[in-house]
C-alpha cells in the first residue's frame, strides 16, 4: 500500500498541496463518483467483504436467537462481574460513531475542507456503528420485547422510567444521536441523489433515486434552505460528540466501584471516543479508495490530517491512563489502590500491559511522517487502536467488578464463545460491514455536490487575479 514511489507528500509541499488531485472538472467528479453507483461493476474484494459480513451475519442471527431463547444466562456475566461483553461491545461501538459526528458537524463549522472527501463514510459508518451498539443494552436488560417501558410514553397505570437508571440515559443519548446523525447524513445525500436521479438509465434507479432526492432541482431557493438545514442539523450535533460519550462515562461514574468513581471519565472517554472513530475511519477509508480508485479525492492529505487527530487524542488517552494510576495513589485509598494493583500485577495483567502498548506507546509512531505517509503504516496503526480502545473497555468494565470491596465477593470473568458472547459480538460485524457494503454499492461514498464546491473554490483561489485580491 506504498504511495508515488516513495515520495512524501511533504516532498511536494503538503501543506501547500490542493485537496483534489489531478485535473477535474464538474463533468468528470460526477463520472467517477456517480459511476460507481450506477455503471460499474463491483471489484473482486467487495464480494469478498460481502461474503464475510453475510457470515458473519449468519452468527449473529443464530446467536441472537439462542440468546432470546434461553436468556442472558448464554453469556459470561455472573456475580460480581454483571457486565461483561454486552457492555464492552456497547462503549466500543458508539465510540467508532463519534468520528463521523466529528468530522460531518464540528469540521464543517470550523470550515475545514479536508473534511470533504471522508465526511459521509465516516457519517454512515456511525450510522452502523449506534446499530450495532443500541442492541448491547437492550439485550442486557433480558427481556427486550418490554424495551418500550423505558420510553416515557403516555399510559394509563401513570408508570414512569427510573430517570436516576443509567439505562434510560442511555435510551435517550443513543437514540437522539442516531435520529439527529440520520438527519445529517440524509440532508447531505439529497443533492447527490437528484445527481444519480437525472444520470440514472435504469428505471427502478431512476424513480428510486427521484423519490429519495424529494424534488430537488437545484435551484438557489433549493440550496438556500440545504445550506441553513445542514449548519442547523451541524450545530444540534456538535454537542453531541461531548454529550453522548460523556453520558454513557457516566453510567460508570454514578457508581461506587473502585476504578470507575472518578470525574475523569467524561473527558477520557469522550477522547477515547474520538480516538478509536477515526482509526476505525482510516481502516474502512484506505482500502476502500483503492479498491475504487478514488485516490485523487481522498488524498495522502486527508491521511495526514486523520493520523494527527488520532495522535492528538491518543495523547489524551494515554494521560488518562496515567492520571488513572495517579489518583489511585495520591487518593490513598485503599480500594483504589487495590485496584490499580490488580491492573499491573493481578489475573488480567497480559491484558491491561497489552491496553498500554496498543493506545499509548504504539500510535507515538505518528509523531513521523513517513508513517503518517505510509498507507500501510497507518493502516497497522488503526488496527492495533481499534484493538486497544476495545481492550480499555474490558479492563475497565469486567476486570473493575471482578475485585471490589470485599475479597469474599471477588470472582473473575470468562466470555463465552459458541453461542455466546464471541459469536454475538462478531455477528454485530455482520450488520456493520453489511451496511458499509451495501452503502457503497448503491450510494454515493464521496459527495459530489462537496466536491464540486470544493474544486470551485480551489480554481478560484488559483486563479492570478484571485490571489492578487487576496493579498491586496
Not at 138 to 167: C, E
Not at 295 to 314: E, N, Q, Y
Not at 416 to 429: E, P, Q, R, Y
Amino acid at each position: 500500500m506504498s504511495e508515488m514511489n516513495g515520495k512524501y507528500p511533504e516532498d511536494m509541499g503538503l501543506r501547500d498541496a490542493p485537496m483534489i488531485e489531478g485535473e477535474h472538472d464538474y463533468g468528470t467528479v460526477t463520472d467517477k463518483i456517480g459511476s460507481i453507483v450506477l455503471d460499474r461493476p463491483s471489484p473482486r474484494q467487495w464480494y469478498i467483504w460481502g461474503g464475510i459480513a453475510g457470515i458473519c451475519l449468519g452468527s449473529f442471527l443464530v446467536s441472537f436467537c439462542w440468546l432470546i431463547y434461553k436468556g442472558v444466562g448464554v453469556w459470561g456475566i455472573n456475580n460480581p462481574c454483571g457486565w461483561g461483553f454486552d457492555i464492552i461491545n456497547f462503549v466500543w461501538w458508539i465510540g467508532i460513531g463519534h468520528a463521523g459526528t466529528l468530522i460531518s458537524a464540528i469540521l464543517l463549522l470550523m470550515r475545514q475542507r479536508w473534511r470533504t472527501s471522508i465526511n459521509r463514510l465516516a457519517e454512515t459508518m456511525t450510522l452502523f456503528a449506534v446499530c450495532c451498539a443500541g442492541l448491547f443494552p437492550l439485550l442486557h436488560t433480558g427481556r427486550p420485547w418490554v424495551a418500550y417501558w423505558l420510553v416515557p410514553y403516555p399510559n394509563a397505570l401513570a408508570i414512569w422510567p427510573q430517570f436516576r437508571s443509567p439505562l434510560v440515559w442511555d435510551v435517550f443519548a443513543v437514540t437522539t444521536y442516531l435520529t439527529v446523525s440520520a438527519l445529517f447524513w440524509y440532508v447531505g445525500l439529497v443533492p447527490d441523489l437528484a445527481t444519480l436521479r437525472d444520470k440514472a438509465k435504469h428505471k427502478l434507479a431512476k424513480i428510486g433515486m427521484g423519490i429519495m432526492a424529494m424534488g430537488w432541482r437545484g435551484s438557489a431557493a433549493h440550496w438556500h434552505r440545504y445550506e441553513a438545514a445542514y449548519l442547523a442539523l451541524a450545530g444540534l450535533s456538535t454537542p453531541l460528540v461531548l454529550s453522548v460519550h460523556s453520558i454513557v462515562s457516566l453510567d460508570f461514574a454514578v457508581s461506587i466501584v473502585p476504578g470507575w468513581h472518578t470525574t475523569i471519565f467524561p473527558p477520557y472517554f469522550v477522547a477515547g471516543a474520538v480516538f478509536a472513530g477515526f482509526a476505525m475511519v482510516l481502516l474502512l477509508v484506505i482500502p476502500i479508495r483503492k479498491w475504487y480508485g478514488v485516490a485523487d479525492f481522498v488524498t495522502m492529505r486527508h491521511m495526514d490530517w486523520m493520523a494527527k487527530i488520532m495522535l492528538a487524542t491518543g495523547l489524551v488517552v494515554f494521560y488518562g491512563y496515567l492520571m488513572e494510576m495517579y489518583y489511585a495513589w495520591y487518593s490513598g485509598n485503599q480500594f483504589e489502590i487495590a485496584l490499580a494493583s490488580n491492573r499491573l500485577s493481578g489475573d488480567y495483567k497480559f491484558w491491561y500491559y497489552a491496553l498500554i502498548f496498543c493506545n499509548g506507546l504504539a500510535p507515538q509512531v505518528l509523531w513521523s511522517k513517513r508513517v503518517r505517509h505510509s498507507l500501510t503504516g497507518l493502516f497497522v496503526v488503526s488496527l492495533i487502536v481499534s484493538i486497544g480502545m476495545w481492550l480499555e473497555r474490558f479492563v475497565i468494565i469486567p476486570v473493575s467488578l471482578s475485585h471490589d470491596f470485599m475479597p469474599s465477593a471477588w470472582g473473575g470473568y470468562t466470555p463465552t464463545i459458541a453461542f455466546g458472547d464471541v459469536m454475538f459480538f462478531l455477528g454485530t460485524f455482520g450488520i456493520f460491514l453489511g451496511g458499509m457494503v451495501a452503502f457503497v454499492r448503491i450510494l454515493p461514498m464521496i459527495p459530489m455536490s462537496e466536491i464540486k464546491h470544493l474544486l470551485h473554490l480551489e480554481k478560484h483561489e488559483s486563479h492570478p487575479a484571485a490571489q492578487a485580491e487576496t493579498v491586496a
